[in-house]
Nanobody, 120 residues
Framework: VQLQAFGGGLAQAGGFLRLSCAASGTIWRINDMGWYRQAPGKQREWVANIGSSGSDNYADSVKGRFTISRDNAKNTVYLQMNSLKVEDTAVYYC???????????????WGQGTNVTVSS
């Protein structure tokens, strides 16, 4: 299974970016999908996640500004980031919990990370 993330880049404070992450390979079922981020010199932190039913959760720091969504037909998770702040600058990683076969247990898979830089 591979996770390919897209959409990072440079934005100004108050601006927006949209991240996407597509899972490919042998996939039987995808459960939770989510985004994490790691700012320079800090530990990786959870940003948002979305369940297979579409229920979503957000870190307090992004609530009301970021929206997570998923397209099950495309095995893709998105993160719409609006009203960006300088403190949103980080490497963003997608995380997908999936089963490659019905007899296998669900496993967590990480994308390669995409850089988001927000300037003032």
């Amino acid at each position: 299974v591979q996770l390919q993330a897209f959409g990072g880049g440079l934005a100004q404070a108050g601006g927006f970016l949209r991240l996407s992450c597509a899972a490919s390979g042998t996939i039987w079922r995808i459960n939770d999908m989510g985004w994490y981020r790691q700012a320079p010199g800090k530990q990786r932190e959870w940003v948002a996640n979305i369940g297979s039913s579409g229920s979503d959760n957000y870190a307090d720091s992004v609530k009301g500004r970021f929206t997570i969504s998923r397209d099950n037909a495309k095995n893709t998770v998105y993160l719409q980031m609006n009203s960006l702040k300088v403190e949103d600058t980080a490497v963003y990683y997608c995380n997908v919990d999936l089963q490659s076969r019905p007899e296998f247990v669900s496993r967590s898979n990480w994308g390669q990370g995409t850089n988001v830089t927000v300037s003032s």
